[in-house]
């Protein structure tokens, strides 16, 4: 557990780390800025929001045209005026003089609520300010008081084209601020001539501050109605006086072209192919300042305080879930997230997509690595603790049939023990070498263990001279007593071979005596920190050790709850009233009858092929 705590909170560092970096150069700000343009249009759209466009119907209308004359745009502004609008901002430039100016130039003092754009190059901004002027166009200077003046410039992201904000306030090169075309609308929308004040976090005109980004921008909320060029009245009927009064007064109205034909398409996030008219930008900017739907970015701490939590939950899940829950509740998160990040869109506030998005990614796939090697490291330790005791291939089905934590942790089974102990080993080891006592044991060991673990069974451990294993533990069985059975006799059929074997070694011959008992006890892996071992404790164990001192050379005693579960046993003959230590209840124990007129080489033969027999 604490290797994955470890695990998980290492993923959550490298992850966060890696997002920091990407946003702090910006990494991925287009990707962003597409995933905030699928929830737009979203702002709703307010009724003081008035477009007059030079449509396909103006363009055609004799007198009009595509550029309309200066004493046409005399009429359209007197006649707004007398449709009581309370602001009139043009998205058109007036540079030139040109025939007309002067009753234009009355107009526009006679409505005295007029703002003409002019365009502005910039130069970069610095960090916080707003950006500077290199150059501005001019306004006809016959067209000289009346009016107040506003740029038309919008922000194109370098990454796509698209254009999603409108820097509010330029710095003239005179050091003076000059507010944007839908900054200056509202303000003489709402009779604020005082100057432009500028706020660490936005911008401040009379007693309203409106958020901005970096560079004094402000971030577009889109609304439908007025991102459609249909939507717009025409100015040709405006200049007709055919227009209902009520759609124009009291309202901002904006003044550009519409009709495609005029240049003026905006690529924008409501419409990337072929883009909006300029002047639907400006209204949308007036939109947003008048609903007051803005939309601000989280800061980048919050989005990295989401990518650590998702990252640390992601991570948790894969690690301590099963697999299929891990998915789920990462696919969960995912949309959680998702839905949660459209509600705040909805109260102004934009969440990153992109880094969240990707943690989560990122935290699915490091985790299940972290998992893949975490389980790959332990089945192989589990592996190699169990193989010590059972044949390898029983110690992965261990692991691959997700048995043996339960097994390393303890569970009660239904077994047959099987204890084989040298006869007179005691008194003979006293009169031999060490060296020949070693000798002995280990060559005794290594072929009792081959037969039992070629018989499936499992090899806890050797005491002194003594050899004890298990069949049903640690993986479940129901043929163990007929595997124990004739892994004793397998073992006592051993007897010739191994002590041919020991005389080539100097060591003097051996006997066997063993004992067998099943019955259910507790198998698990016991021990402190220093030392732990697999072991299985209980009275089927006790029982089966007295058994084994009981045995004399050569034999093997087996209870009754070996014998009635075993589908051919063998020859057997019944022990009389035997006292065992420790066993206080009457148990019914038997002797396997081996045949006197077994040869050695038939004993030998016996031997070789039940400790060859593959797994049953």
Not at 93 to 100: D, N
Not at 136 to 154: E, F
Not at 369 to 374: A, T
Not at 375 to 392: I, N
Request: with cysteine; glycine share 8%.
């Amino acid at each position: 557990m604490i290797r994955r705590i470890v695990s998980i909170a290492a993923l959550t560092v490298v992850v966060t780390t890696l997002a920091a970096i990407g946003l702090n150069a910006n990494v991925f700000a287009g990707f962003q800025g597409r995933a905030t343009d699928a929830l737009l249009p979203s702002a709703p759209s307010d009724s003081h929001v008035v477009v007059v466009g030079f449509d396909r119907k103006t363009i055609e209308t004799p007198g009009l045209g595509q550029v309309l004359p200066r004493d046409q745009v005399a009429k359209l502004v007197t006649q707004l005026k007398a449709d009581g609008a309370k602001a009139v901002a043009f998205d058109v430039i007036y540079a030139q003089a040109k025939p007309g100016d002067d009753a234009l130039s009355k107009a526009l003092a006679d409505a005295g609520n007029v703002v003409l754009g002019t365009e502005v190059t910039l130069k970069p901004a610095k960090t916080g300010g707003p950006p500077k002027v290199k150059s501005a166009t001019q306004i006809a200077p016959d067209l000289s008081s009346g009016y107040t003046v506003g740029h038309v410039q919008v922000n194109a992201d370098p990454s796509d084209g698209i254009n999603r904000s409108v820097p509010l306030v330029v710095e003239m090169p005179d050091g003076t601020f000059l507010p944007s075309l839908s900054l200056a609308a509202v303000m003489q929308y709402r009779g604020i001539d005082s100057p432009v004040i500028l706020r660490p976090d936005g911008v401040q005109i009379g007693d309203r501050l409106v958020p901005t980004l970096g560079a004094k921008s402000l971030l577009l909320n889109f609304a439908a109605k007025l991102s459609d060029p249909s939507r717009a009245i025409s100015a040709a009927d405006v200049i007709a006086g055919t227009v209902d009064k009520s759609k124009i007064d009291g309202k901002i109205v904006l003044v550009g072209a519409i009709d495609s034909t005029l240049g003026d398409s905006r690529l924008a996030p409501v419409n990337k192919s072929t883009g909006i008219p300029g002047v639907l930008l400006h209204a949308n900017a007036v939109n947003t300042m008048l609903t007051g739907t803005y939309l601000n970015p989280v800061p980048d701490s919050q989005t990295l305080l989401w990518v650590a939590a998702m990252t640390a939950l992601i991570g948790t899940a894969v690690l301590l879930l099963p697999l299929w829950m891990s998915v789920l509740f990462t696919v969960l998160m995912g949309l959680g997230y998702v839905l949660f990040a459209f509600e705040r869109f909805n109260s102004g506030r934009v969440l990153n997509f992109v880094y969240p998005s990707m943690a989560l990614i990122i935290a699915f796939i490091g985790a299940l690595g972290l998992r893949y090697f975490g389980e790959t490291r332990q089945r192989r330790r589990v592996t190699a603790l169990f193989s010590q005791y059972v044949p390898e291939a029983v110690a992965k089905r261990l692991v691959d049939e997700d048995r043996a934590s339960l097994a390393a942790e303890g569970e009660r089974l239904d077994m047959t023990v099987l204890f084989c102990d040298l006869r007179g080993f005691t008194a003979m080891s006293e009169s031999l070498s060490p060296a020949t006592v070693r000798v002995m044991l280990n060559h005794y060991y290594d072929r009792v263990t081959d037969v039992v673990l070629a018989m499936r069974g499992t090899l806890m451990k050797y005491v002194g001279d003594e050899v004890f294993a298990v069949w049903g533990a640690p993986l479940p069985s129901t043929d163990h007593p007929e595997l124990a059975l004739e892994c004793a006799i397998a073992i006592q059929a051993l007897t010739p071979d191994l002590n041919r074997e020991l005389l080539e070694l100097g060591a003097p011959e051996v006997s066997f005596g063993i004992g067998l008992n099943t019955g259910e006890a507790v198998a698990a892996h016991f021990g402190g920190g220093r030392r732990r071992q697999y072991d299985v404790v209980g009275d089927t164990v006790n029982v089966g050790a007295r058994l084994c001192s009981t045995a004399g050379r050569g034999e093997i005693i087996l209870s009754d709850q070996v014998l009635t579960r075993v589908p051919s046993p063998p020859p057997v003959e019944a022990l009389g009233p035997i006292e065992l230590k420790g066993v206080s209840r009457e148990l019914r124990l038997w002797r396997v009858v081996v045949p006197e007129s077994a040869s050695l080489a038939e004993s030998v033969a016996v031997g070789e092929a039940t400790a060859a027999v593959p797994d049953r």
